[in-house]
């Protein structure tokens, strides 16, 4: 049986991959122009160009002088850090007034972080933003509250010499 539509071919909107980031540096090895391989590979030309942008170090010759190539494991390596930057971003980050009252009763009531959010519910007190017991945990792992640190099971605030 025969399929109409094949999806094997490359859509619009996909991103390089890294098979094709390493084809790209051989190609460009070889002297051909941004159009030539963006045909061969089945791109647009532009992508080509912001790939080969993306991946562009300076490299110092024996001669001492400086040359710009292109590095498919550098534009590799800023593909993959530009794609950690995405995401939702932080419950928690408008609303400062939460934050305070998480730091202060950990910090100076000593209050657990599944404490603090179970007196927010149990009080019924009212913030901006909500969270449960797991994002706080995440949020204190990730050290979004700078005084805060996780240290085994106990969460301690940290020392600051003076």
């Not at 049986?1 to 071919?9: A, I, V, Y």
């Not at 190609?27 to 562009?56: F, M, Q, V, W, Y």
């Not at 530009?82 to 007034?97: F, V």
């Not at 603090?116 to 969270?131: C, D, P, R």
């Amino acid at each position: 049986m025969s399929q109409l539509h094949c999806n094997t071919e490359s859509r619009k909107g996909k991103h390089v991959t890294e098979r094709e980031r390493y084809q790209i540096e051989i190609l460009l090895k070889e002297r051909l122009r941004p159009i030539d391989i963006a045909n061969r590979l089945g791109r647009d030309r532009r992508t080509i160009e912001r790939e080969l942008s993306r991946g562009r170090v300076r490299l110092l010759k024996t001669d001492l002088t400086y040359q710009n190539t292109y590095c498919a494991d550098t534009a590799q390596r800023k593909y993959l850090v530009s794609g950690q930057n995405k995401g939702p971003c932080l419950k928690i980050s408008h609303d400062h007034r939460l934050a305070e009252h998480i730091e202060n009763k950990i910090k100076n009531h000593k209050y657990s972080p599944d404490a603090v959010i179970g007196e927010i519910k149990n009080k019924e007190l009212q913030f901006e933003a909500s969270i449960c017991t797991k994002t706080l945990y995440n949020y204190i792992d990730r050290g979004v509250f700078a005084g805060l640190t996780n240290k085994g099971d106990v969460y301690d605030t940290l020392k600051v010499a003076h």
